[in-house]
């Protein structure tokens, strides 16, 4: 995960071969890292998706290499490679109190993908008033039909939700940039709150944001029941020890859940002791023998 | 002679049985297509203009 993370936010790259960097920039990859983070090199699918969405177009290879990524391994991306996911995981570790997510706020992250991603991108527009100096939220078919052509829409889910975002970017380039921190105003606020809310909810509960908000998790979760990688569980070789429901970073029972949407193959209950978890790919439901 | 219960096992439909590699095929299928149709609109122009001036 620590290795992911450079590769993702290279440094290295970024400073001395900025040729590179422009390079990859091309490429979203599928783990929530927002591209304004200044040392990223890869694009955020989410925020490709609904640019494209806010300029009039779908991003065909956005949408096509999620649904790749998905098919062949899942949520695979979201265990080894999200950076924000290690960040909760992190946190987690702070000794504390331990709860459960309630299983119903899992559905809040399909709302948030079909609602902030998908629909608000493409019919709601950010108007700025003269007068009062503010923004406000206007559908884009309230307009004038002469200024519907130019309304400006606008990536909602980045704009108003997204913690990686203000965790990675937002927050640093306020500190580095002077004349960033004369705008600073209440959207700012609300998402540092929204930030604060997550980061401390993630030391009560495992990953908060994965379980209820994430809307490319949320995505990439449709296909943990057919994807190319797969778990099983062999019950013969179950000891009932527990370990792997205690370790499971989603909260989730891996004996039940191994095929659920919220699995991110971590595989942390395959590498336990008891063999009763096991990971393969096939494209059938058929386990291999020899695993 | 102790009798040995066996758990009966549902046999899936065959229609449910390929669902699973079919559904699978589609995705990558179409997730292929879609990358190299993504490719031939120079998508990636917009996508590193989009990500590099922020």
Redesign the interface.
Known sequence: MIMAIFVIDGHFYVKYYPQVR?FL????IPVLNC??VPTTLY?CPV??FQ??LV?G?F??????????????IGRWTCGWLCPFGFVQELLHLIPSPKFKIPKWTRYIKYIILLVFVVIMPLFVANVHSAETGKSKMILVSQLPEDEQDFAQRETWFCRLICPAGTLG?GIPHVLMNDDLKELVGTLYWWKIALLFIFLTSAVFTRRPFCTTICPLGGFLGL?N????LKLTFIEEHCYNCNLCVRDCPMGLDPRKDYRSPECIRCMNCVQKKCFAIRKYAS???EVPQKN | MRRIRRKRVRMKKPAF?F???V???I??I??????????G?E??????G???T?
């Open positions: 422009e920039m091309n490429l979203p591209y304004s694009a925020g490709t640019h494209f300029i177009f991003s065909f290879v956005t949408f096509g290499l999620l649904l790749l990524v998905g098919g062949l970017a296909f029941r057919f994807s190319l494209i059938t439901d | 049985i669902l699973k590699p559904l699978l095929g995705s990558i179409i997730g292929l297509i879609f990358i190299f149709v993504g490719i609109m998508e990636f122009y917009e996508i590193a989009n990500a590099l922020l």
